[in-house]
């Protein structure tokens, strides 16, 4: 499945208010954290169900909705995230979950006013939270405008 325009456009957008070299590294390891620590937050949301004779958790419901989101824009993105988010989010506790994100916004918000000198793009529109690890795994990939950036 081929990357859709519309995720292509989000991407460069995207990637317009994310040009500093310094904030780019934070973004690459601040926002697999950010995911990785939210999805495991949001787990300890009980969801009363079963599947595959584990309880689910409202984390589980985002991963979902994030793999469904790059299924629909670019599939190729969906198995090395979910891969990632999927192993370790259910085994690392609540507090360290927490410990976790707190840091990494902590770093976005630093790398945005110190180095970007603007707001984390976040504020301005929510799609930036599914278009962030897109943009993420495309620079890792050597591919697209993340590359450039």
């Not at 990494?104 to 939270?129: C, D, Y």
């Amino acid at each position: 499945m081929q990357r859709t325009a519309r995720m292509e456009s989000w991407i460069g957008w995207y990637a317009s208010d994310h040009r500093n070299p310094v904030n780019h590294a934070i973004h690459v390891v601040c926002i697999p954290l950010i995911v990785f620590s939210g999805l495991g937050l949001l787990n300890w949301i009980p969801l009363h169900v079963a599947v595959m004779h584990h309880a689910a958790g409202l984390g589980d419901l985002g991963l979902v909705l994030l793999l469904a989101f790059f299924a629909r824009h670019d599939l190729r993105l969906a198995l090395p995230f979910a891969a990632l988010m999927i192993v370790g989010a259910r085994y690392v506790p609540p507090f360290a979950h927490l410990a976790i994100f707190l840091a990494a916004w902590t770093a976005q918000f630093i790398g945005h006013a110190r180095f970007e000198k603007n707001r984390p793009i976040l504020m301005s529109n929510l799609v930036s939270l599914f278009v962030a690890p897109t943009f993420l795994l495309d620079g890792l990939m050597g591919e697209g405008t993340a590359k450039e950036s």
